[in-house]
């Protein structure tokens, strides 16, 4: 294979509107129609995003993330950053005249990831026709709408910050390779990799990428000293401005592993000086040598990082309940390895681990083989790698992997076709169909779901269970629960947010770690002998018992007591002391507490 010509024009706008609008509708008309009368918001994480903007709307200050209706009666500060809500916010303001306060969620809902989806496109076919020429725009826009793990992130509906990282993951890969030849576009990738790490901490895995790639192309190029002061300075100083719109003044020196805090800013920092001290350093004519410098520097600066929080070694969840980490976030189906994901989700773990895999495997051989723009190419591939890594860790990694896989894949795509019109035999035919195929991660979940024998019955009570659990979260499941005065609630953890969001009503849990007592007390409440599930209710002043009867949780652990209310509800022989108020027609049951 040869190398492509690359441009550094603009793509073709046209052809970006035209696939953008084709994705676009077909994601509308999906999510209006595909899901008939399932919710909007469907997953926990989009409803409490609706939950904090509605919030802040109302009033509630920009450093003020504590959910006073979360882990009722003391309430939960979350950790999550007002830069998402802000847009949100915005779009809600200026519905809402016009369309009423409830449909101003839905029709944000819609605006926001649509507007993602377009910045995201463009951003390909420009790394693409970069990378690759005007010949690799085209699978760098189909492509990603093809992808399981972008679909999933962008549609209507997607109002949490996983979108939002994905994106700023793709600039940092553009920067960062245009830095390269242009220095100041490292101030660019700086910026933006100290925005991701104050909107996410799943961010770190690129933002690791992006300082390697800054360091390798001054260790590789003295003469580049510029490009890598020039990021180490911009992620410094971006850092610590986001720490001063995160935090206010008297906290900005509380440490925390799971949200942009000194801790993380101290690396920042640390990257900071290393490289502008290293940029200055003289005489350092090999490469090993200035590599020995970095790493020198980078371990020294890192040690005290760590020796001033020792507990973040143990990760965004170090400080996590222990019992919680095994039953709770070690039960959650994409935080599983990508191997694992292949028996338990394997039209899912192959749609979007196939793609990222043989795209490190062309991305190897593209930097081994052809000269040109051979930098570019070995910057594209430490993102690559880095991001490929966490998603064979943790499955839901794929979200942040597929887009550098993208010019990778243009590259293999343009490069069949080129051997295909210089040869068109059926075997040249069959390398550009298969290309294509290789990297369609929808195609791929069809033609594995397809060689899968799944029995239709099984298929069948899998959708039936999901369709089922999906009814409980739709406004209407809440519409006489929100006719009440404000109640304190015991939900089912994956009920809380939808709770929340249609009703006025406080509730123990939502799936937050930062409210692990909240989750510990639901997780008791559901499993422990039902004399303690009281206790908790009259502890918290608990009114109402609400429960989705498909949710897993009801169903409880294999260590349930004998006496607790998921085995006294599977025999239906609740105490009397939980009164079924419920509704016939209703999805949800509800229990009124009542005096002992």
């Known amino acids: 294979m040869t190398g492509q010509t690359t441009d550094r024009r603009l793509p073709d706008l046209r052809l970006v509107a035209v696939v953008f609008l084709v994705a676009a509708i077909t994601l509308v008309l999906r999510t209006a129609v595909g899901r008939g009368g399932g919710p909007f918001f469907v997953d926990a994480d989009d409803a409490m995003r609706m939950v904090m903007v509605k919030d802040f709307v109302a009033g509630q200050g920009w450093y003020d993330l504590v959910e006073r209706r979360l882990n009722t009666p003391f309430g939960a500060e979350l950790h999550w950053s007002r830069l998402v809500d802000l847009p949100l916010a915005l779009l809600v303001m200026l519905f809402t005249p016009i369309l009423g306060a409830s449909t101003a969620l839905i029709a944000a809902g819609y ?17 693409a026709q970069r990378l690759v020429g005007p010949d690799g725009v085209l699978p760098a826009l189909v492509l990603p709408v093809l992808s399981p793990a972008i679909t999933a992130e962008f549609s209507p509906g997607r109002v949490d910050h996983h979108n939002v990282i994905i994106l700023l993951t793709l600039a940092m890969v553009w920067a960062g390779i245009e830095a390269i030849r242009r220095p100041r576009f490292a101030i660019l990738c700086g910026l933006l990799a100290a925005t991701a790490l104050a909107i996410a901490i799943e961010s770190l895995p690129s933002i690791a990428a992006a300082i390697l790639v800054m360091g390798m192309v001054w260790m590789f190029d003295a003469k580049r000293a510029a490009t890598m002061r020039n990021f180490g300075i911009a992620f410094a100083v971006g850092a610590v401005v986001h720490l001063a719109i995160f935090r206010p003044p008297s906290r900005w020196f509380e440490s925390a592993c ?21 940029s200055f350093v003289p005489n350092l004519r090999q490469p090993w040598q200035r590599f020995a410098l970095l790493a020198v520097l980078g371990a020294a600066g890192l040690g005290v990082i760590f020796l001033l929080y020792p507990q973040c ?31 338990a989700l394997p039209a899912y773990a192959i749609a979007v681990g196939l793609p990222v895999l043989l795209a490190v495997v062309v991305g190897f051989y593209r930097v081994w083989r052809v000269r040109d723009d051979r930098a570019e190419w070995a910057a594209l591939l430490v993102f690559l790698v880095c991001t490929a890594v966490v998603m064979l860790a943790q499955v839901r990694g794929a979200r942040l992997a597929i887009m550098p896989a993208i010019p990778a894949a243009a590259w293999l795509i343009v490069a069949a076709r080129q051997r295909y019109l210089a040869n068109p035999k059926p075997l040249p035919i069959l390398g550009l169909v298969a290309s294509w195929l290789a990297f369609s991660g929808i195609v791929l979940a ?26 409980c979260l739709v406004p209407s499941a809440f ?42 007390d639901t997780f008791r409440f559901f499993n422990d002998p039902i004399a303690e599930a009281r206790t908790i209710l009259d502890e918290r002043g608990i009114g109402l018992v609400v429960i989705c009867p498909e949710m897993s949780e009801i169903a409880g652990l294999s260590t349930k007591a004998p006496d607790s209310f998921a085995s006294l509800y599977a025999l239906g022989e609740l105490p009397a002391w939980l009164h079924d108020v419920s509704l016939p027609d209703s999805p949800l049951k509800v229990y009124a507490v009542l005096p002992q």
């Open 446 to 471: 069809l033609l594995v779901t397809a060689i899968m024998a799944v029995a239709p019955a099984q298929l069948q009570e899998g959708v039936e269970a999901q369709g089922s659990r999906d009814q």
């Open 313 to 343: 070694l143990r990760g965004p969840y170090g400080e996590l309940d222990p019992w919680l980490q095994t039953n709770w976030i070690g039960a959650i189906v994409e935080a599983r390895r990508w191997l694992s994901t292949l028996t």
């Open 111 to 127: 605006v926001w990831p649509m507007a993602l989806l377009a910045l995201l496109l463009w951003l390909s076919a420009l790394l």
């Open 258 to 278: 799971d949200v942009i805090s000194p801790v993380y800013v101290g690396v920042a920092v640390v990257v900071g000086l290393v490289f502008t001290l290293a």
């Open 479 to 520: 519409q006489d629960l929100a006719a009440l005065p404000p109640e304190r609630i015991m939900t089912p953890i994956d009920l809380g947010a939808h709770m929340m969001l249609y009703t006025p009503h406080e509730v123990v849990s939502a799936p937050y770690h930062r409210n692990q007592r909240g989750v510990l």
